[in-house]
């Protein structure tokens, strides 16, 4: 056949090949393969349907659809395999250029995908079961480099694994001989190429260990690490985070001489150079690592530190993150003492004297981040006695208030791992600056709540028992009869914490006056919703811990299902802010995880519904920050997080686990929930171990008695009722068909009143009954006097508010009769007529 006749006959294929319509793609696909396997076809027609290709790359965003892209791609590759190698090669690497040079984004990561995935099928086609005759290997292995580097860009790392189980397959297919190629380009290519080059160094190196063939990625390390510190660190512009994740496989084959020799001085240098460029790109290459760093980034750590009071707010955070995963790296003590050294130098003026109270609070936040030291035993005590030191000249010589609740907060963050009971010097600070005349109410809040997390991670002898009792005794007190002051109420909660921990004896019930602030159902004062809507972050994160010590501890407590402690649980397990949800999750499901925990569970659960029914949560505060606020209001998301958290406990006895699953009905159906997920409960009864259709015949009777005889119409019951019949419809279907039926038969939805009758021939957008409009009568207000013997003004309003409600009302019970303007008007117009006539 002739050039010209198959041109004329794919002419219109590429307006063909852009329809939405899934058949109208099927057919177009069919009908170039028809074209292809004609006789005589030539090169120039297979290079005019691989540029089609590049028309589908954007539009064709379903599986079915590229589907028959990739069975055409497949077909050229099999029927047409040199000209198809010339002409969809050169397509591919166009293609790949221009993902990987455009913006990140969900979509061009998609796009990325799919070509990758035409590439794999291109070399099944071409490479794996023929000669290598006629492949371009470099354009081939900088596509899929390219579209590989498209994909990491954007940091979803299931399509990044997606996109890593196409090359691996592919690899594994065409055999190590044929994959060497794939090296060989990479190796030519010069190490400052880009981030796509070490990207797919990185996804070889995983390749190559799973496969089994440590050796040659010993063999090649040093010029793939070469590749990574050139393209990578050692850059003038600000390099993709996403990238060093990339490069994840990588960085785990480095040995300690490998971090030392090349990677370390070229992060110190790029530190050195431009660190707002490179500083989370040091967070990422720590994170990623697998050798201890130890006294090798002491360097670097130090300029971290300084980077902490940078007049860049995203810099101060980035070093923040780094410095904190540097820490992790950093086992031996010398190496911790130097960086905690460095950390309180930098605190009093060793880069020049820190004058503004943000430059403080971050350094400070520094300290707090040195935690992660991975420092045991007698080293640790060690080293938070040299902190404590630290934070005793800060509180001693600061009077700013943020900054003090920072320095204290760095204590109560050191205090997990120490293990040994509460070191002296914390109490000394407690009793020494507890009444000084730059302690403020928040402050005093802060200090509490550090002795409180001292004594719940170290523990506490009697005599530090003894000394912290009476105090925190007086706080409680003094929240009691303040509960309108939520800064007072919430150095009471953290108080109540503190006492709490230290009952070993659990006496405290016996105290009425302050065991009532607690759990008292009417009179508590610490638990109080409007305490709780007020609270900070940090104070609802005591009230996790306050409420999880109180029902683990106290049997009477956990007993009673509306104790004000279940319901404040639920209501920080449904906070706005993120970290307090966090933390509540962590709590509720170390408290949950033993066997004889049900009851808790079951009543947190019951809790949960009777809460979403009321539709009372804690709102979002302008004291915290936005983007960690879920806008303040309650999501699905959230719903569902709080009922996993519930039911995150398995091993229950089979009895009270199938209570529990029937106990979170309403949760999972809850409006917000069913929108997110409209088969949680179905998903949760089989993560509990139980077959969700034998769990309602089991139970038909109580489900049946609760949710369709005692139905009341609400979403929530609608959507409880809907998943139990198409669950057992054989067991539910009956009753609730029944119950519809009748509903059905009552006469009264026979009875239409006149007003109902005159709504419903209203047309839409116009009001039936208009007495609710208010009209124009504010020529009435224009007589009231603003000074009068009689009346004030305020009650000559009040008067004509209550004139016209009484208008309204007796206008709805038709004892007005309005008069029309067209009544007036042949009214007029008759007695006109009889005067004339």
């Not at 398995?650 to 686990?657: L, V």
């Amino acid at each position: 056949m002739a050039d010209s006749e198959v041109l004329k006959k794919l002419k219109d294929i590429p307006f063909k090949i852009q329809t939405a319509s899934l058949k109208g793609r099927r057919e177009v696909v069919e009908e170039i393969r028809n074209v292809l396997s004609t006789p005589g076809i030539t090169e120039p027609a297979v290079r005019f349907v691989c540029r089609l290709l590049v028309l589908t790359l954007h539009r064709y965003r379903d599986s079915t659809s590229q589907s028959y892209v990739k069975s055409l791609v497949a077909y050229l590759a099999t029927t047409h395999r040199e000209w198809t190698l010339k002409g969809l090669l050169p397509v591919l690497l166009e293609i790949s250029e221009q993902l990987k040079n455009t913006a990140s984004s969900k979509s061009i990561c998609q796009s990325g995908l799919y070509a990758l995935r035409w590439s794999t099928v291109l070399i099944d086609g071409t490479i794996k079961t023929t000669e290598e005759n006629g492949v371009d290997y470099n354009a081939l292995v900088v596509s899929q480099a390219n579209l590989l580097a498209a994909i990491i860009a954007y940091g979803d790392h299931r399509k990044s694994d997606k996109a890593y189980s196409m090359l691996h397959t592919s690899w594994v297919s065409i055999g190590k001989q044929k994959l060497s190629k794939w090296l060989e380009v990479l190796l030519a290519i010069p190490p400052d190429s880009g981030p796509h080059i070490c990207v797919t160094f990185s996804t070889l190196c995983r390749h190559l260990q799973q496969v089994g063939d440590g050796a040659t990625i010993e063999q090649h390390k040093t010029k793939m690490l070469e590749s990574f510190t050139k393209s990578v660190i050692s850059v003038k512009c600000r390099p993709n985070a996403n990238y060093i994740k990339g490069c994840h496989d990588l960085l785990r084959q480095l040995s300690p001489g490998d971090v030392r020799d090349a990677l370390l001085p070229a992060l110190h240098k790029a530190m050195l150079r431009s660190p707002e460029t490179i500083v989370q790109a040091v967070g990422e290459v720590f994170a990623n690592l697998n050798v201890d760093l130890d006294g090798l980034a002491v360097d670097i750590g130090k300029s971290l530190i300084v980077n902490l009071h940078s007049k860049d707010e995203w810099v101060r955070g980035e070093a923040l993150c780094a410095l904190e995963r540097l820490a992790a790296r950093c086992s031996q003590v010398s190496a911790a003492r130097a960086l905690l050294t460095h950390a309180f130098a930098e605190y009093n003026g060793a880069s020049g004297k820190l004058t503004s109270s943000e430059d403080k609070i971050s350094v400070l936040m520094g300290v707090s981040s040195l935690r992660a030291l991975p420092v045991q035993g007698a080293e640790r005590a060690a080293l938070f006695g040299s902190v404590v030191a630290g934070v005793a000249r800060a509180l001693d010589s600061e009077s700013h208030e943020r900054t003090l609740c920072q320095a204290l907060d760095t204590l109560q963050r050191w205090a997990p791992g120490l293990g040994a009971t509460t070191p002296d010097k914390i109490l000394d600070l407690f009793k020494k600056n507890l009444s000084a005349k730059s302690t403020t109410q928040a402050v005093r809040t802060a200090y509490v709540s550090m002795v409180a997390a001292c004594v719940r991670h170290c523990g506490a002898t009697p005599a530090h028992a003894s000394a912290l009792q009476p105090v925190l005794v007086k706080a409680v007190e003094k929240a009691a009869q303040q509960p309108l002051q939520h800064l007072v109420v919430s150095e009471g909660i953290c108080a109540m914490l503190g006492l709490t921990l230290l009952d070993e004896p659990r006496e405290l019930p016996s105290k009425a006056g302050i065991w009532a602030a607690l759990t008292h159902p009417d009179k508590h004062v610490l638990l109080h919703d409007r305490v709780l809507a007020a609270a900070t972050d940090d104070v609802l994160i005591q009230v996790v811990m306050l409420c999880r010590t109180v029902l683990e501890n106290y049997q009477s407590v956990a007993s009673e299902e509306n104790s004000p402690v279940y319901r404040a649980f639920i209501l920080v397990l449904l906070s706005p802010a993120k970290a307090v949800r966090t933390a509540a999750i962590e709590e509720v499901k170390a408290m949950l995880a033993k066997e004889d925990r049900v009851l808790l569970a079951k009543n947190l659960a019951l809790k949960l519904n009777e809460v979403l029914e009321e539709g009372k949560v804690l709102g979002g505060k302008e004291k915290t920050p936005t983007d960690e606020k879920a806008g303040g209001e309650l999501t699905g998301k959230m719903i569902l997080d709080c009922v996993h958290a519930l039911c995150s406990y398995r091993e229950y006895p089979e009895r009270e686990s199938q209570e529990l699953a029937i106990a979170v009905l309403p949760a999972c159906h809850q409006p917000l929930a069913a929108s997110v997920c409209p088969r949680a409960w179905g998903k949760l009864a089989r993560y509990l171990r139980h077959d969700a259709r034998q769990l309602v015949a089991l139970h038909s009777h109580n489900l049946k008695n609760r949710y369709i005889a005692g139905y009341t119409p609400n979403e929530t019951l609608s959507n409880v009722v809907s998943t139990l019949v198409r669950t057992a419809p054989e067991v539910v279907a009956g009753s609730a068909v029944q119950l519809a039926l009748d509903a059905l038969q009552d006469a009264g939805l026979l009875r239409v009143t006149r007003d109902e009758y005159f709504t419903y021939l209203t047309p839409e957008g116009e009001l039936y009954d208009k007495s609710s409009v208010p009209g124009n009568e504010d020529s009435k207000e224009m007589n009231l006097k603003r000074e009068s013997k009689a009346y004030s003004y305020k009650e000559q309003l009040e008067e004509l508010q209550l004139r016209r409600e009484l208008e309204e009302k007796n206008k709805r019970e038709g004892k007005v009769k309005e008069v029309s303007k067209l009544n007036k008007i042949n009214t007029l117009l008759a007695l006109y007529g009889k005067d004339n006539g």
